[in-house]
């Protein structure tokens, strides 16, 4: 993608208005904070950048930490472009970099690298080894590398971790309605179409097995729900199961989807599955039979919901 570039190789000769973040699942707290970043880069003739960092800077300096996040770094990539942001530079975290002192950080990489004229902040946003300098000192260097400090309020920092917790948790709760409204899109996974076993077309419902290759990103809650996906210029509709097939004994979690009138063999692909509805948990039938009657009934529930919103 030609907005995104890896801060290593990169040095800006234009100036820019930049604030940094990992902005996972870019919501509409977040969007509130980047359409400021934009529209300041407008008015004031800079390029617009958002600093982030990958890994995740909790995944390498808490070895155990079991963060999953609401984007993969392409979702992300993505989401930022279509709103409109110049340029998202990434910063390889790694030990190393976070021993790096805070005035090494603003020289090197705020002044040097990107060229900031202005800083847009959270209050309470800290940077450096240990995370020991704050807004002040960034103002101070601010004054001394000659660029501006915009704070962000303590509300609008609030509604972002308000945000990304809620739609965590409504994820892991599978109420992908509330995520979506958090977040301002629909939530989505992004994959590469595998072979399964082949179940779903002995039952009359083939399936797509979706392989999703980032451990770090979150899958919602087990169970069945209404999906759509972009395959080539037509919109598909279907539905998708996450979970482990407790009625033919399956012993892994696997994501299937069963596309509604769609023939084409996608196998190899990679697919953006975008989460609609939640349909119900999955459970353990009686025999086979019984759960291709439950998917009939599933497919007539997610058609009608279909007609109902996505007509």
């Known amino acids: 993608m030609r907005k995104v570039k890896n801060i290593e190789t990169y040095k800006s000769s234009k100036p820019t208005v930049v604030t940094i973040g990992t902005f996972d699942g870019v919501h509409i707290g977040h969007q509130k904070i980047i359409k400021r970043l934009i529209n300041t880069g407008k008015r004031e003739g800079l390029k617009s950048v958002i600093l982030t960092f990958f890994p995740h800077p909790r995944m390498v300096l808490q070895k155990d930490s079991n963060i999953k996040l609401i984007n993969t770094i392409k979702e992300r990539h993505d989401i930022l472009d279509d709103l409109g942001l110049d340029l998202l530079l990434i910063k390889k975290f790694t030990q190393e970099f976070s021993r790096l002192s805070a005035e090494d950080f603003v020289k090197e990489i705020l002044v040097d690298k990107i060229n900031a004229k202005k800083v847009i902040i959270g209050y309470d946003h800290r940077f450096g080894r240990n995370r020991n300098a704050d807004i002040d000192d960034l103002k101070k260097y601010g004054e001394a590398y000659g660029f501006e400090v915009e704070e962000i309020s303590a509300q609008d920092i609030n509604d972002v971790a308000v945000s990304s917790t809620k739609i965590r948790t409504a994820l892991k709760e599978g109420d992908v309605q509330k995520a979506n409204a958090y977040l301002g899109y629909n939530f989505m996974l992004s994959g590469k179409v595998t072979k399964g076993r082949g179940l779903g077309k002995q039952l009359s419902f083939p399936t797509a097995n979706i392989e999703i290759q980032e451990d770090y990103k979150i899958i919602p809650k087990q169970g069945s729900y209404i999906i759509s996906s972009i ?44 989460l609609l509805h939640r349909i ?14 439950q998917l009939a009934k599933d497919r007539e529930t997610a058609l009608e919901y279909i007609s109902k919103h996505h007509a």
């Open 231 to 274: 395959i080539g210029d037509s919109v598909v509709h279907g539905m998708m199961n996450i979970g482990m097939n407790p009625t033919v004994n399956g012993s892994k979690q696997t994501i299937e989807i069963h596309f509604f009138d769609f023939h084409k063999d996608i196998y190899g692909e990679t697919v953006q599955i975008d």
């Open 280 to 293: 119900r948990d999955e459970q353990k039938f009686e025999s086979v039979e019984a759960l291709k009657q």
